[in-house]
């Protein structure tokens, strides 16, 4: 039985990042970070929606529309500066989570799970419509907005830990099943084998990826900030932020499982071909 009925993409506006956020030069991130004076263009804050028989499912959930009409949004001083220097967001009053849900056919009120890859901005603006939903993300992922440093990192504990959220942390255990191989490890979402949660580190030391497995139809990749670019990441260029030696793995990892899966279709939350793929993969 195919668990997985629809699969969609909806963007909650655009990013403007450095070109060194999407491909790494080898230059340290905070020297980048602050000289460079380039910006890659619009690039979209991407949702995934999954109707699975279970119910709707959330890959990530974007950018809250408030980070750009809120002054307040962001914090102040240092934090403050980096953010502006790393992003440029621009979201229209249509490119809300819920607007966005309506246009697909569904109400945001019915997404039964929301799965984030990691716990940075451009991934959780949409939790403050999300409660009632499960939220899921990794233990470690979970554990890092409680580090002295937190903000520093992108995340932003008041946008996160949000009152009357229902939080499900998983870790990923040792899995039997070979067709996820060189991947030793997985969760699997609602034990149907339809869903499986990936850990992908790098970007963040807890980032999670999501295989959507469809019989009949192509595997999908939902691989949120491992790369920006699936082709980058096929050619093993990782981004700039993050832990390039773990980046690099994961980025091994994911391309040995699509040599297994040749017809495994990557999709990051950043890359401006990726819906193109989603409705090619259909």
């Given at each position: 039985m195919n668990a997985i009925k629809r699969v969609s993409v909806v963007s909650t506006?655009?990013?403007d990042i450095r070109?060194?956020?999407v491909r790494s030069d080898g230059t340290p991130a905070l020297w980048w970070l602050l000289t460079s004076r380039s910006w890659t263009g619009p690039r979209p804050i991407n949702v995934y929606v999954i109707e699975h028989a279970e119910g709707l499912v959330l890959f990530d959930t974007?950018?809250?529309?408030a980070s750009v009409t809120d002054p307040g949004y962001f914090p102040g001083g240092v934090t403050g500066l980096l953010n502006r220097r790393l992003a440029r967001f621009d979201i229209a009053p249509g490119e809300t989570l819920p607007a966005l849900m309506?246009?697909?056919?569904?109400d945001i009120a019915d997404v039964r799970t929301a799965v984030l890859s990691h716990l940075h901005v451009d991934h959780i603006g949409g939790l403050p419509d999300l409660i009632g939903a499960e939220i899921v993300t990794s233990h470690v992922e979970r554990r890092s907005v409680d580090r002295a440093a937190a903000a520093l990192n992108g995340l932003m504990r008041d946008h996160i830990m949000l009152p009357g959220l229902r939080w499900e942390l998983v870790t990923p255990r040792r899995t039997d099943d070979r067709s996820l191989a060189p991947f030793t490890a997985a969760h699997d979402l609602f034990g149907d084998g339809a869903l499986m949660l990936l850990p992908t580190p790098g970007?963040?030391?807890?980032s999670?990826?999501?295989l959507v497995r469809?019989?009949?139809?192509p595997p999908l990749l939902m691989v949120g900030d491992v790369s920006f670019d699936a082709r980058l990441m096929e050619e093993e260029h990782v981004p700039g932020l993050g832990r390039r030696s773990r980046l690099r793995d994961t980025t091994r990892k994911i391309n040995a499982l699509r040599e297994a899966h040749p017809d495994l279709v990557i999709l990051p939350a950043h890359d401006p071909s990726a819906a193109g793929r989603l409705?090619?993969?259909k």
């Open positions: 506006g655009t990013v070109p060194q956020h974007g950018q809250a529309r309506t246009g697909l056919g569904y970007h963040t030391p807890g999670l990826s999501l469809r019989p009949g139809r409705a090619a993969s």
